[in-house]
């Protein structure tokens, strides 16, 4: 749960810097309902952590940091990618 706990409010933190209220909004709405769902999730398979997540997730908050949005948004979807293809 603290992982997951961590993992949220760096990506809110995300967002955030974006300044795009709608965004923010869409993330405070669904990040409740799928709290439960990730904590389960890293039970049943370790698909985040790690690493290479770790990893990932500093090159993100680095180029957020550099106000490098086009690398900001680059590092995303790459980063939405591999979770995907490691609950295939």
Sequence with gaps: AAHVDADTAFHRAV????????LL????GFTPRVRQAM???????EVFGGEADHAAHER?????G???SGTAASLSREHLRS???GLE
């Design 15 to 22: 967002v955030a810097a974006a300044h795009n209220p709608i």
């Design 25 to 28: 909004e869409l993330f405070d």
């Design 39 to 45: 904590i389960e999730m890293l039970r049943i398979r």
């Design 60 to 64: 993100l908050a680095e180029a957020v």
């Design 66 to 68: 550099a106000r490098d």
């Design 83 to 85: 979770l995907r293809e």
